[in-house]
């Protein structure tokens, strides 16, 4: 049987803080153990599980998701969300599904949290999960996998 593709899970900017980084809106949770969860979550799927607080980096992942033929993507843009046209256009060439994750429900935020760049290509939205919610959004993008939802 062949290899499964990959899946990626990227993260951006100042998410490797999480745990400390103001808990009342984020949690206590950790990026490590986050990452524990997705691997568990995504079973004999290999991960890439990234965190980045470079906007060009971020785009080079999704440039690498799409040379790698990866099964589908999991973004959280944390701040590039609301500022970033180039990573919208990264995502645009992205042939297969995508989750744009986001922690905290951005929608019940100060509105420079409420218009999305990414959300104009983005498959599916989940906010206001909470850091569990990750492991969720893997499942997720399991189903639209197998759906070959776009
Ligand atoms: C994380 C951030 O860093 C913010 O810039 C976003 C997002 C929300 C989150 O909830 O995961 O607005």
């Known amino acids: ?15 490797n803080r999480l745990g ?5 809106i984020y949690g206590y949770t950790t990026l490590g153990e986050i990452e524990t969860w997705c691997r568990q979550a995504a079973g004999k799927r290999p991960v890439q599980f ?19 033929d990866a099964a589908g993507i999991i973004i959280n843009p944390a701040a590039f969300t609301f500022t970033s046209l180039a ?5 645009k060439m992205f042939p297969g599904p995508i989750i744009e994750f986001h922690i905290s429900n951005v929608h019940r935020r100060e509105p420079i949290y409420h218009r999305s760049y990414v959300s104009m290509r983005a498959t599916a939205v989940m906010a ?8 969720t959004a893997v499942h997720a993008i399991e189903a639209l996998i197998e759906q070959n939802k776009v």
Request: glycine share 8%; proline share 10%.
């Open 50 to 68: 990234r965190q980045t607080n470079s906007e060009e980096r971020l785009i080079e992942w999704v440039h690498e998701a799409i040379d790698e």
């Open 128 to 135: 206001g999960l909470g850091a569990a919610g990750y492991p």
């Open 20 to 24: 400390k980084r103001e808990p009342e």
């Open 1 to 15: 049987m062949r290899d499964p593709k990959p899946l990626f899970i990227l993260n951006g900017p100042n998410l």
């Open 87 to 91: 990573l919208l256009d990264a995502l």
